[in-house]
């Protein structure tokens, strides 16, 4: 009897491919671990650099404590279903000087009128808002709402007098 070698049903050819696709794939692991260590090496350098000391910052004057006292607190409230309204009225109430503590949906989505309601009392606060509402978009109507520990000084709900003249500004391009 003869003894044949028994093959491994590998060709050389075959075995050469799979050992030169375990080389890439190891130098692509590689790469890719260098590029990160790179990366991140670079990153805490560059931290280093950039964020100096934190200095502290000095304290308030007195006429700015005084000025912030003045300054009245708003919570706006979305009463017209308009998409967006409230956000567009934050941003228009703190250019115009006030302090918006929080902007999101009313109660509910049928008011037609806009309210100022003062909530703190606090002397020319909801008058100043409505007087600005007035000036700015026509639409403002002062309604007295102490609550005992509000959360902001007025509590402005946004009716659909004002969503429309928004809406009519935007098509004459205001």
Known sequence: MSRRKKRSGRSVKGRFLESAAG????????AFGISIAVRWSGRTEEAARVEPM???LP???LADVEAMKQR???DIRNGCGQ?????VMMQRCRRAGFDVVEYKNADRYDYERTLVRDRSGKPGAAIRARDWLRAEFNVGELVEDRAAVPEADILLVLGA??????????????
Not at 83 to 87: H, Q, T, V, Y
Not at 163 to 171: I, W
């Open 54 to 56: 934190a200095q502290p």
């Open 59 to 61: 304290p308030p004057s």
């Open 83 to 87: 998409a967006g309204l409230a956000e």
């Open 161 to 174: 007098d004002l969503a429309d003249t928004l809406k009519a500004r935007e098509a004459r391009g205001e």
């Open 23 to 30: 080389i890439v794939m190891l130098a692509v692991v590689l």
């Open 72 to 74: 009245p607190t708003v």
